[in-house]
């Protein structure tokens, strides 16, 4: 049984940071691409940042620059750093894993708000 359990997120004030992990199971993590995904309340599901099984990393244009995408294969993780959070950063966060041919997973979301 896949599964994928986010965990990390919560309120924040702008300009804070936070670090949302993803741990995942029943899955040969290592030959996964991993991303994360971000929905905001009326918007689409869209894509924030992935990172491919060889550490190739891409990045939404809004988040450049301020969030950080890695991974630890050893402990089947993979981590968003995010820095100088914005109000617009706001929305549930969701792990991804695709194995780039069949199999797509998600997880459950994970709630991040920015406000003062």
């Known amino acids: 049984q896949v599964q994928l359990v986010e965990s990390g997120g919560g309120l924040v004030q702008p300009g804070g940071s936070l670090r949302l992990s993803c741990a995942a199971s029943g899955i040969i993590f290592s030959i996964y691409t991993m991303g994360w995904y971000r929905q905001a309340p009326g918007k689409q599901r869209e894509l924030v940042a992935g990172i491919t099984s060889g550490g190739i990393t891409n990045y939404a244009n809004s988040v450049k620059g301020r969030f950080t995408i890695s991974r630890d294969n050893a402990k089947n993780t993979v981590y968003l750093q995010m820095n100088s959070l914005k109000p617009e950063d706001t929305a549930v966060y969701y792990c991804?894993?695709?194995?780039?041919?069949?199999?797509?997973?998600w997880g459950q979301g994970t709630q991040v708000t920015v406000s003062s």
């Open positions: 991804n894993a695709n194995d780039g041919k069949r199999y797509t997973y």
